[in-house]
């Protein structure tokens, strides 16, 4: 995970994140995890398992956010630093203790389930009223 101390204007400013990415022209959603995970940290990661597909409706500028969020157990090489915040190793059962964001309190339970989660989150001044969870 990251912990978000680096960046300036930083909306996440000392949460603590998963990982996040934007999509290049013409990349799968895997390929995209893939290629972040690479350039935020220098990991190199294999078999990424799709976890969850979360819509946030109006969440930046009226904007739609669609994430796709894996599971990665697979890495080559070693962490490096990080130009928007500090990367470590956070064991599963340790991540509930973090400042994170308040969507991540609807995933960590569902965090060692089976299947695939599709959820909807709707956002108002950067707060999570009201949300969605189908599970496939």
Not at 10 to 24: G, I, S, V
Not at 54 to 64: A, C, D, G, N, S
Request: charged residues 30%; glycine residues 2%.
């Amino acid at each position: 995970m990251i912990h978000r101390i680096k960046k300036q204007n930083d909306a996440h400013e000392w949460k603590w994140n998963w990982l996040w990415w934007k999509f290049e022209e013409g990349e799968s959603p895997q390929e995209c995890a893939i290629r972040e995970v690479k350039e935020e940290c220098w990991l190199v990661a294999s078999n990424p398992l799709l976890k969850w597909i979360i819509t946030f409706p109006w969440f930046y500028k009226e904007e739609t956010a669609q994430v796709f969020i894996f599971i990665m157990n697979e890495f080559e090489g070693e962490l490096i630093n990080c130009t928007e915040g500090e990367l470590k190793w956070i064991d599963n059962d340790q991540i509930i203790n973090l400042n994170l964001n308040d969507w991540d309190k609807y995933f960590l339970p569902l965090l060692d389930q089976k299947g695939v989660f599709c959820a909807k989150i709707t956002y108002e001044n950067w707060k999570a009223i009201d949300h969605k969870i189908d599970i496939y």
